[in-house]
């Protein structure tokens, strides 16, 4: 299936329109008309951006009140069931680079370019301390142009079958995104994990930061 994308640029936020067109914002100092182009192999093109809210919740899509659990996930682009939410889902699966991220209105992923940048820097990172074996597709990887691709197709894939599920059609989605590396073969595993976005605190939240520190806080 094709995808499209917009070019939309508000203050310093940066936003992913995935369904049914995408669109995406990168970090500026402020609203700048996008750029016309005809679509390319993927679908994409780019139109003059239209203001939007970053707020938490938005008239179409609302937080979760769903009390079974709904989560989908995505294996290098490619759907597979899952139970279980996404702290067990990095406690379960092998170690390595993640972010978290959710949607924006529904359709967004906010600040999509910074977690595609993160995980390019986190593999590189882990590759080079030892905790994380080199996998053969290293150099696409930690290409943040390179990832784009299939960080997309596989953020797509899960939010569409997120979207599918009973109950979840109008909810935010928080979004876990994991690489990992087999240590047979080298070959490395993107994974894409949804469940509904939680209800935000009506209350003020306490903090306590237990624990020693990461071994590697950049990556």
């Known amino acids: 299936m094709g995808l499209s994308a917009k070019l939309l640029v508000i203050g310093a936020a940066l936003v992913v329109t995935l369904s049914p067109a995408f669109s995406f914002t990168t970090s500026a100092g402020g609203l700048k008309p996008g750029i016309s182009a005809p679509p390319d192999a993927w679908g994409f093109s780019c139109s003059t951006p239209t203001a939007t809210r970053a707020g938490r919740g938005w008239t179409g899509a609302t937080m979760s009140t769903v009390t079974t659990p709904t989560h989908s996930l995505a294996c290098n682009g490619e759907p597979l069931p899952c139970s279980i939410a996404s702290d ?9 680079p993640y972010t978290t991220g959710r949607t924006l209105d529904g359709k967004s992923v906010f600040e999509f370019e910074f977690h595609n940048r993160r995980i390019a820097q986190s593999v590189q990172l882990m590759v080079d301390a030892g905790s994380l074996k080199r996998p053969e ?9 390179r990832l784009r691709p299939l960080l997309l197709e596989g953020v ?7 979207r599918a599920l009973d109950g979840c059609s109008q909810l935010e989605a928080k979004i876990t995104i994991l690489v990992t590396v087999d240590e047979e073969g080298s070959t490395h595993k993107l994974w894409v ?18 624990g020693a520190p990461r071994d590697n806080p950049e990556a």
Not at 156 to 162: G, I, P, S
Request: aromatic letters at 10%.
């Open 193 to 210: 994990h949804c469940q509904p976005l939680g209800e935000r605190p009506s209350k003020p939240v306490r903090i306590q930061i237990m």
């Open 156 to 162: 797509r894939r899960a939010l569409t079958d997120f």
């Open 137 to 145: 597709e290293y150099d696409v990887l930690t290409d943040p142009e």
């Open 88 to 96: 067990e889902f990095l406690k379960t699966y092998p170690r390595g």
